[in-house]
């Protein structure tokens, strides 16, 4: 089965809200991670979090607005009970600041901050590194022009990627080689070398 890992640049405002604030982040999160297997009710996400149902829907109505979507209802004791997931799972979330400053929200990994900070694929082995760098370079949205490959060196070595980029490097820098553009990236590798997805799944 494939992992499909899908980034694109996110308004600072959004991104703002949620990098300066530890219960948006646990609540994004928890929502990646109850819902790898399909939708969960919000009162089920509100347990997961640990916080009350009220609030848990005034943070996703009021400052996470984009980051969920409804897929589904039913009712229940006369009231409606309302199912929800990321409109994309797996999602990475970038965007550049200054000096070239690069922020990351991966919801699914728990990290949000600053690329120099660290990204997934920080956590994996050389070897894994390797194997997934070798599915997605033939993706066509890694086809750099030499303009283009210079910028991205001077990305990573601005935000202190140093040495050769890992996968999650080359998504990353990707978004936000052509934020302006507003193009994103997708990009499938195989499930079973993707540490977070393996670890979310065996729970």
């Known amino acids: 089965m494939g992992c499909l890992i899908k980034a694109k640049y ?8 949620v990098l300066n604030h530890r219960l948006r982040q646990r609540i994004l999160h928890k929502l990646e991670v109850e819902t790898v ?3 969960v009710s919000k009162k089920e996400l509100a347990n997961a979090v640990g916080i009350g149902y009220l609030e848990l ?5 009021k400052q996470l607005k984009g980051f969920w979507e409804v897929k589904g209802e039913r009712k229940k004791r006369g009231a409606r ?29 728990n990290i949000f901050g600053k690329m120099s900070d660290g ?4 956590f994996c082995s050389g070897a894994q590194k390797a194997k997934c760098l070798e599915r997605i ?11 283009e490959k210079r910028r991205l060196e001077r990305l990573f070595a601005a935000n202190k990627r140093i040495g050769a980029p890992t996968p999650m490097d080359r998504i990353i820098g990707c978004v936000a080689l ?3 553009e507003g193009e994103g990236c997708a990009v499938e590798v195989c499930e079973s070398e993707c540490h977070f997805v393996k670890k979310v799944r065996r729970g």
Request: with cysteine; proline share 10%; glycine share 4%.
């Open 178 to 180: 052509r934020s302006l």
């Open 37 to 39: 297997d399909g939708p």
């Open 81 to 109: 009970e309302e199912f929800i997931a990321p409109p994309t799972l797996n999602a990475v979330y970038v965007m550049l600041g200054e000096e070239a400053t690069v922020y990351v929200l991966d919801p699914l990994a």
């Open 10 to 17: 996110i308004d600072p405002k959004i991104c703002i809200k």
């Open 137 to 147: 370079k033939s993706e066509e949205c890694f086809t750099f022009t030499p303009e």
């Open 119 to 122: 990204t997934r694929c920080d």
């Open 57 to 61: 829907v005034y943070q996703l109505n």
